[in-house]
């Protein structure tokens, strides 16, 4: 499986601001998705991030809170925009299993742990 | 859209002791299920998983069923061990030209030595 790293791992902001979160992988992968997963709940899908072009917003997240962007096929990042105290949550990086060819056999990043004060 | 139900959300077994957790989903178009092992602090583990297209699968202590009719699947852990101790996350994967992952709530599961 792929290697996934993410960055930062952990960071504490102020309301109103925005945190960038990167995603790298160490090979090319074809789907990357970008979830939440807020203190002791599941696994929220977020947006799959297309490489090319837009990202694809589940039901409940916009562009303009959380834009994404995915400039090649092993790095994506994801924004998250003004944000609130109810952002508070472990942001997770997933892809594909890669070697060229979309597999939905899913793999996962160590994750963000973000803070909003 | 898909919705995937998990039970129980707490499971309590002493260690020996067989563990079964089970998940329903909605759509009946979803052909992958995996399911991902989740220890605290750290990222979800992929543990085992089937396709629509098969019954069961066994992986050691480790095995997965599938009853397609009744779109409902579990995940069997035999002789349990402290170190099986961890959430437990059931998912539906339904692919429409690129495929969407769908999380069940998540089983807590301990271990009691």
């Known amino acids: 499986s792929a290697v996934i790293s993410q960055k930062p791992s952990r960071d504490i902001c102020q309301r109103g601001t925005s945190l960038t979160i990167q995603c790298q992988v160490d090979s090319q992968v074809t789907m990357m998705f970008w979830y939440r997963q807020q203190p002791g709940q599941s696994l929220t899908l977020i947006a799959t991030?297309?490489?090319?072009?837009?990202?694809?917003?589940e039901s409940g997240f916009v562009i303009d809170k959380f834009p994404i962007s995915r400039p090649n096929l092993t790095f994506s990042t994801l924004t998250v925009s003004n944000m609130s105290p109810e952002d508070s949550s472990i942001y997770l990086c997933?892809?594909?299993?890669?070697?060229?060819?979309?597999?939905?056999?899913?793999?996962f990043g160590p994750g963000t742990r973000l803070t909003v004060l | 859209g898909e919705n995937v139900e998990q039970h129980p959300s707490t499971l309590s077994v002493q260690e020996g002791d067989s563990a079964v957790i089970k998940c329903t989903y909605s759509d009946s178009a979803s052909n992958y299920f995996p399911w991902y092992k989740q220890e605290l602090g750290k990222r979800p583990q992929l543990i085992i998983d089937i396709r629509s297209n098969v019954g069961e699968k066994k992986d050691q202590r480790i095995a997965v069923t599938l009853n397609k009719t009744a779109k409902h699947f579990s995940l069997h852990i035999t002789e349990t061990q402290p170190e099986d101790s961890a959430v437990y996350f059931c998912a539906a994967s339904l692919n429409t030209g690129g495929f969407k992952t769908i999380f069940g709530a998540g089983t807590r599961l301990f271990v009691k030595a």
């Open positions: 997933s892809v594909d299993r890669g070697g060229g060819a979309s597999t939905d056999t899913q793999y």
């Open positions: 991030a297309n490489q090319g072009s837009e990202a694809t917003y």
